[in-house]
């Protein structure tokens, strides 16, 4: 039961965003930056940001080899490139927005593992070089020295090429998000934690959005940015959750290697973190039904699995112990592309950032604010 003070006070805004992800973070950063004027909301439902923005690997990337290629093959080149384009600009406005220093981003480079080269794999690269050549401006893609999969310490039995990408980034994805609160609660942005929003009531003269089916919030126009969430609010749209199941190692005696790698068309991805540890996640494609959850564990046979590549493949001459493993849910749509749409009137849903939301965020995040200033 509210008082008439907290009803005025506390529960009217010019927008609302459930949410604060990346995506909805970046929305109240666009919101304010074009209308600074505006009385603008977030309600996340963790105790801090608790989805996949918190959880991911904080690769800043846009593709790997092999993925782009499997891409171009389901979705068609055209598709393909605007995607590429879409979370390279996406990757640079963040940048503009977070000093790489406050977000730890370092233009760290990554490598793609090829366990067994394509036919005529040289061409394929290429081919995606000429094709990237307008975005990028020089070739993206480099065929490692072979010697480097040694020194790396990589099984060579096993890792049969390295393909290098001078373009791609890591940060440090704690605090790209500590960061972008920080942005927008500087402009006055009001963030409310522990706050699940329930229902939505879309009026005439705008959005009634219920919270722990206790309080109603009102705003002129709302966004949905939760994601692999979706479903808890509307079964219409394409987007599937997908699980992403990922694990810390104590700190080893020495690391051979730094910055991105990537192998299994970006099924498995790891890099290094802290000191001398590797973060190491993927294996969704060992079980795509079970891992089409929004369930927040993990599982014993890909948390196993992550353990044996470990062993075999990345450090094979290392003994090693795991100091974490965590579970995150990412959004996937069959075309690859987010879904950015008003759904009624005044609600815009933002979701579906196809496992690379750390780049495109912002793009999406963008389009979002663009439709809501509509
Ligand atoms: C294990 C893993 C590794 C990944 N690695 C990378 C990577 O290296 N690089 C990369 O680019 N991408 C990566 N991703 C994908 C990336 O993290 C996502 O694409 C991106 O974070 C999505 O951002 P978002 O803001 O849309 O959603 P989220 O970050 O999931 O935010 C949605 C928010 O909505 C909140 N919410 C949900 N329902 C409600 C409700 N009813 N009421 C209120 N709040 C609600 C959630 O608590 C959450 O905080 C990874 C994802 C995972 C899971």
């Not at 480099?142 to 890591?170: C, D, S, W």
């Not at 609660?185 to 879309?202: A, E, M, P, S, Y």
């Not at 919030?217 to 219409?236: D, L, T, Y």
Request: hydrophobic share 40%; proline share 3%.
């Amino acid at each position: 039961m509210l008082s008439y003070w907290e009803k005025e006070s506390f529960t009217k805004y010019d927008y609302i965003i459930v949410g604060s992800g990346i995506v909805g973070l970046s929305v109240a950063a666009s919101l304010v930056e074009k209308k600074p004027t505006s009385k603008i909301l977030i309600l996340e439902r963790g105790i801090f940001p608790s989805g996949a923005s918190t959880k991911n690997a904080g690769f800043a990337c846009f593709g790997k080899p092999t993925e782009l290629l499997a891409d171009i093959a389901t979705i068609g080149e055209e598709a393909t490139l605007e995607l590429v384009e879409k979370r390279w600009k996406g990757l640079q406005a963040l940048r503009k927005r977070i000093a790489d220093k406050k977000m730890e981003f370092k233009q760290a480079g990554s490598y793609e593992i090829i366990l067994e080269i394509p036919k005529n794999f040289e061409q394929k690269i290429d081919y995606l070089n000429k094709l990237l050549r307008p975005i990028f401006h020089e070739k993206v893609f480099h065929v490692a020295p072979q010697e480097q999969i040694q020194r790396f310490g990589f099984n060579t039995k096993l890792a049969k090429m390295l393909i290098y990408n001078g373009f791609e980034g890591q940060l440090h994805s704690g605090k790209l998000i500590q960061s972008l609160m920080e942005y927008v609660q500087k402009k006055k942005v009001k963030i409310l934690n522990g706050c699940n929003v329930n229902q939505f009531r879309d009026t005439e003269s705008g959005v009634e959005v219920q919270v722990n089916h206790e309080i109603n919030f009102w705003a002129k126009r709302v966004a949905i940015c939760n994601n692999g969430f979706i479903g808890q609010f509307f079964s219409h749209y394409p987007v599937k959750p997908g699980r992403g199941q990922v694990l810390v190692t104590k700190p080893l005696k020495k690391l051979l290697f730094k910055g991105n790698f990537h192998f299994d068309e970006g099924f498995y991805y790891f890099r290094n973190v802290g000191k001398n540890q590797i973060l190491f996640g993927g294996g969704r494609n060992l079980d795509f039904e079970g891992e089409t959850t929004t369930e927040l564990k993990t599982t014993p046979n890909i948390i196993n699995n992550l353990i044996e590549k470990l062993q075999t493949l990345i450090i094979p001459n290392q003994s090693f112990e795991i100091e974490q493993t965590w579970a995150g849910i990412m959004a996937f749509t069959p075309n690859r592309k987010p879904v950015i749409e008003y759904c009624t009137q005044n609600i815009v849903v933002g979701v579906a950032l196809n496992g690379m939301g750390v780049a495109i965020g912002t793009t999406v995040a963008e389009e979002i604010a663009n439709l809501l200033l509509q």
